[in-house]
């Protein structure tokens, strides 16, 4: 019982920071200034009072709509405020302090990425480098469980795996249909997932990122009926999936181990 106000104020802060990941996802790409003034209706250009602009509340409040042109607003937005406070919740609840913190970092940087491949189908190179060198820092300092120098090769052989085995799908996908399959974005993302998580979770990131995907890739391509044309951004799935590995997969991967022995 003594977590639930922290955990209350942790989610809140969480949502908060999802309202910013979500000016981060529409400033980044139209190379807007993030920290360049109040928030204005895209439409309408109207600026968005503070009492409009609380996490989830006031989308439910106006009903997905701008209140002064009723421009509806996606509903990604919400989902985006939502989905970074149950993620700061579970990570903290998972790992408390201060790992938490690190990994609030990273699923901070996925949720942004996942945000922008959503709208615009790329990943920002100036959100996952800076992840990368992040990801290899934190896992010597905060999230270390080893020696300084076994945490690095953790990390490095991360990056390597995880986006190793991308750029390889990658590639043989090109010499097979002669057509990009993976973007470099996706490559760079999965390398900052590595550098944070180590390669086993980041194999178990493309697993389910691809799975999830190829499910939702064919609802998709079925309801369209663009067939295989219709593509769908790789990194709406590895995003979420690398943030349930973080809070659930080495849990995972022990009771499957289990099982086989
Ligand atoms: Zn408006």
């Not at 955990?7 to 000016?23: D, E, Y």
């Not at 790329?122 to 080893?146: A, H, Q, Y």
């Not at 097979?176 to 180590?198: N, P, S, T």
Request: net charge positive.
């Amino acid at each position: 019982m003594h977590n639930v106000l922290p955990g209350i104020f942790v989610f809140v802060f969480g949502a908060v920071l999802g309202s910013f990941l979500n000016v981060v996802r529409y400033r980044f790409p139209r190379h807007m200034g993030v920290a360049a003034g109040r928030s204005k209706c895209p439409r309408c250009k109207a600026t968005i009072a503070w009492y409009d602009n609380v996490p989830m509340l006031s989308y439910a409040l106006l009903r997905g709509r701008c209140r002064s042109c009723r421009w509806r607003i996606p509903p990604t937005y919400v989902v985006v405020e939502a989905v970074t406070g149950l993620s700061f919740l579970l990570v903290w609840l998972a790992f408390g302090w201060p790992q938490a913190a690190a990994y609030w970092v990273l699923a901070s940087l996925l949720i942004a990425c996942a945000g922008i491949d959503f709208d615009k189908g790329i990943i920002p190179d100036k959100l996952t480098i800076p992840g990368i060198i992040l990801g290899v820092v934190f896992s010597m300092t905060v999230l270390r469980g080893d020696t300084v120098t076994a945490s690095l090769l953790h990390s490095a052989l991360g990056i390597l795996v995880g986006g190793g085995s991308l750029l390889a799908v990658g590639l043989s996908y090109k010499l097979v249909r002669k057509v990009e399959g993976m973007g470099g974005g996706d490559i760079k993302l999965m390398a900052m997932v590595g550098a944070f998580l180590g390669f086993k979770l980041a194999l178990l990131t493309i697993f389910v990122g691809s799975v999830v995907g190829g499910i939702v890739g064919l609802v998709v391509m079925h309801r369209t009926s663009q067939g295989m044309r219709a593509s769908v951004p790789f990194g709406v799935f590895l995003s979420p999936a690398a943030i349930a590995c973080m809070i659930w997969g080495n849990d995972l991967i022990a009771a499957y181990l289990s099982l086989l022995r």
